[in-house]
């Protein structure tokens, strides 16, 4: 016998992982990456002081983290200007996106996204048997505002997923366009609205927080711009009642006592924050500016990496992938029609960015030859 | 109107909390815990070798961990002597046990478990919609293993549930009743078998690795012998098929990297785990030998704690509990029938043990008085 069945939506599931990491391709290539630019990590790591204060802690593991997160949900709540309980932390956007989903879907559900938006939310709607409903990107290689209320209005979905501002495309609306969107949006569908390259958009991208609907939540990371991928912290924000879902399901004591500090040490050096921010946008126009000098269309971007128009097809776009690859380069491409044209590039250091752009100009050449 | 509803299971779910943390009883009360032996901790922490690995990846924080969290199952199926395949890791064994939950259970399934065993594992039972049956604990405090394979055979259920060595009351079966008991086990039945405290049961209690079924998980962690309750790492062994399926659901990057750094530091450091787990034994002797004095009957124990029967009933051991509590010191007491007569007692240093009983020993007297 082959032992117990699995709950029927999880035997239909695909075995896919939305994301397949570099050191699983360092693994399976047996070629060691030079340059990580794939992940949209920030290579300027976090402040100094988020680094001692991981250290300083280091001997008091042996303690389960605060289930409330308290001194964190605190330090956030003071420095966005919202009540306390307009917050919940999870263990990256990640999982809460995860809760999110268990929280609404039933099998037969179904949500609206992007065609070609984040896969890990797609990953997890599936998990619960619902479906997605696509939406292209707009021409300017924008999450489409005007698509996706379209198809809310017509499909009437339990969640409606936006990015602002975007990934893969590192595109933005602006605050006004947004808050526009919500409005329109139904109050039976949830909104989602993923900010977690808030930090490196200009001003006026986000909207206030106080844009509180009861079917809106917004999801933040410590994960880009603030250089904590490695520690799992995000949060949600949004009406007290929508953020107290969440203790019905969450892994109370899942985000752990080193990740708890370090956010809160990291959120407390907003000036480490603005040195990296600029540093971010220095690279992003280094990226933008040697791409360009390739004949390549990189795309304006608010976030940390920069997509890069390759002139041509999905295959031309997966062979210069394939290439850097092959180079020690790790980087992506979407795999979407539409945006498969293109290939992503996460700012790494100076160092890295010129490497990166070294090797794409030594494939580029050899092509043309 | 009030926004997108719920999923009816969820909907329909109490917001309860499976364990109050200590730190939101020291926030309601006022009072700081100056011992804190209520959540089965290790204060002897983790090895110096982990707290130097932490400290010393702390600038690295920046990348995601490894989303296969390689390293440590290697490291893991050489310490343990099983394939690679036959291991997942995730954040803790409450994050495994909501996972097998999600693999496994479908509203109106049943699962059997041990009335007043681990309420996390029925608290994500109740989140998937799927209810519990229970079986008293055997007049010796132990899970009933007879009681609990006639309920499995009456009920047919999804799951059934059993701690070996079990948690509250920290008593134990030999090797080879668990696995008379496993072999039992209709196979459509999935087992769960939480050996969180393995590393601190005489030798002979946990069944040999070699112990592999279709319907069999068992579940380690690094939180409780290895010190590191807050890193959140724990892992199950099984089939290599029933271990894949925790691949379709699973966040995929939610290990952090510090938390597989810890981890694999602390399994390289077996020295250090055979000196806590003596200063253990000596702490469980010493709670034993301080609370018989006082005229308790702690019960033998394989755990990092000791469940105290104190005698009398459930008001009785809540008066304790709670006196203590009010002068500082954070234990707990299981509530269930036939358990609630006792309170519970994680295995602290000397001085927290010598500070426990000296409370415990004054509200006694004055109680007699």
């Not at 050191?23 to 030079?34: D, N």
């Not at 006026?204 to 490695?230: C, H, Q, V």
């Not at 990740?259 to 990226?287: C, F, K, V």
């Amino acid at each position: 016998m082959a032992g117990p069945e699995l709950a029927a939506i999880i035997a239909n599931l695909p075995a896919t992982v939305p994301f397949v990491g570099p050191e699983v391709i360092e693994r399976k290539t047996g070629i060691k990456f030079r340059a990580r630019l794939g992940a949209n990590e920030s290579p300027f790591g976090p402040s100094p002081k988020v680094i001692a204060a991981i250290a300083g802690a280091a001997s008091d593991v042996w303690t389960y983290g605060d289930s409330e997160n308290y001194e964190l949900k605190e330090a956030l709540a003071r420095h966005l200007g919202t009540p306390m309980e307009t917050i919940t932390i999870g263990e990256g956007i990640d999982g809460l996106l995860g809760l999110t989903c268990r929280l609404y879907l039933e099998p037969g559900d179904r949500i609206v996204t992007s065609l070609g938006a984040y896969p890990t939310f797609n990953y997890h709607v599936a998990a619960q048997g619902a479906e997605c409903v696509t939406v292209p990107y707009d021409k300017n290689d924008r999450e489409s505002l005007s698509g996706l209320l379209d198809s809310v209005l017509g499909v009437k979905p339990k969640i409606v997923y936006l990015a602002n501002p975007d990934n893969p495309m590192g595109t933005w609306w602006d605050a006004s366009e947004i808050t526009r969107f919500v409005e329109a949006v139904p109050e039976d569908t949830l909104i989602i609205l993923d900010e977690a390259y808030g930090e490196t958009a200009p001003a006026g991208t986000l909207p206030p927080i106080t844009l509180m609907r009861p079917n809106l939540l917004r999801y933040r990371t410590f994960s880009k711009a603030y250089g904590l991928a490695g520690m799992r912290v995000g949060y949600a924000i949004g009406a007290p009642r929508t953020i107290a879902g969440f203790d019905r399901i969450r892994n109370h004591f899942g985000v752990t006592k080193l990740s708890q500090i370090a956010a809160t040490a990291a959120l407390a050096d907003q000036d480490y924050l603005a040195r990296t921010i600029a540093a971010i946008a220095a690279g992003r126009d280094e990226i933008i500016s040697r791409t360009k000098t390739l004949g390549l269309k990189p795309i304006p971007s608010a976030t940390n990496f920069v997509a890069i128009d390759c002139g041509a097809d999905d295959t031309y776009a997966t062979m210069l992938l394939n290439g850097m690859q092959a180079h020690g380069i790790f980087i992506r491409k979407p795999a979407a029609p539409g945006l498969n044209r293109c290939i992503r590039m996460s700012v790494g250091t100076p160092k890295d960015i010129a490497l990166a752009c070294d090797v794409l100009e030594d494939i580029i050449k050899t092509e043309n030859r």
